[in-house]
Antibody, heavy 120, light 106 residues
Framework: EVHLVQPTAELKKPGESLRISCQGS????????IGWVRQMPGKGLEWVGI????????RYSPSFEGQVTISADKSINTAYLQWDSLKASDTATYYC?????????????WGQGTLVTVSS | IQMTQSPSSLSASVGDRVTITCRASENINKYLNWYQQKPGKAPELLISGASTLQSGVPSRFSGSGSGRDFTLTLNNLQPEDSATYHC?????????FGGGTKVEIK
């Protein structure tokens, strides 16, 4: 069974940068797509974007393009979600999830989520 | 693609049958998935491809539909089914989710 491991929480101030990680537990990690999903407090799920760690092919939601950067390091089975300058409105739980394709397949395995809190 | 889910919440009794609907703003064939999310936990995949039940998911859950209109049905509602249910289209990127349906047990 594939496990996706994420840090539990991050506390940052507005204007600070942040990179959160999603590490897979098996070598096949690089042969799947890793998506990122935002859930603001008490709200629904929002698709941020997706990456194929094997070649770093990346797609973004128009709502998030330019606001975040998705990357991956296939040598350590890890995908990342990064902000250069956080805003209070970035406060949310961010999940990574695995799918077989960029579209056409479901997210069959999820990380436990990283709660990002941005507060002065 | 916009996904409209209804109702946003419902309350039902143990043993009831519950139906949640999800409508896509355009044809998504059968690329519709359903997830269950319990408080403080990550979503879990229940149904993919509109109607394929994932391994380990109780048979009281079922999904149907194609094109734009889809349904998640929970038969014989159990206390452990109290959760929020999300639909998601995986027809094309950007992928998108419905607003969620919170199911409470009376």
């Amino acid at each position: 069974e594939v496990h996706l491991v994420q840090p539990t929480a991050e506390l940052k101030k507005p204007g600070e940068s942040l990179r959160i990680s999603c590490q897979g537990s098996e070598n096949k990690f690089n042969k799947f797509w890793i998506g990122w999903v935002r859930q603001m407090p008490g709200k629904g799920l929002e698709w941020v974007g997706i990456i194929y760690p094997f070649d770093s092919d990346t797609r973004y939601s128009p709502s998030f393009e330019g606001q975040v950067t998705i990357s991956a390091d296939k040598s350590i089975n890890t995908a990342y979600l990064q902000w250069d300058s956080l805003k209070a409105s970035d406060t949310a739980t961010y999940y990574c999830a695995r799918s077989v394709t960029s579209s056409g397949s479901a997210y069959e395995s999820w990380g436990q989520g990283t709660l990002v809190t941005v507060s002065s | 693609i916009q996904m409209t889910q209804s109702p946003s919440s419902l309350s039902a009794s143990v043993g009831d049958r519950v139906t949640i609907t999800c409508r896509a703003s355009e044809n998504i064939n059968k690329y519709l998935n359903w997830y269950q999310q319990k408080p403080g936990k990550a979503p879990e995949l229940l149904i993919s491809g509109a109607s394929t039940l994932q391994s380990g998911v109780p048979s009281r859950f079922s999904g149907s539909g194609s094109g734009r209109d889809f349904t998640l049905t929970l038969n014989n509602l159990q206390p452990e089914d109290s959760a929020t249910y999300h639909c998601q289209q995986s027809y094309t990127t950007p992928l998108s989710f419905g607003g969620g349906t919170k199911v409470e047990i009376k």
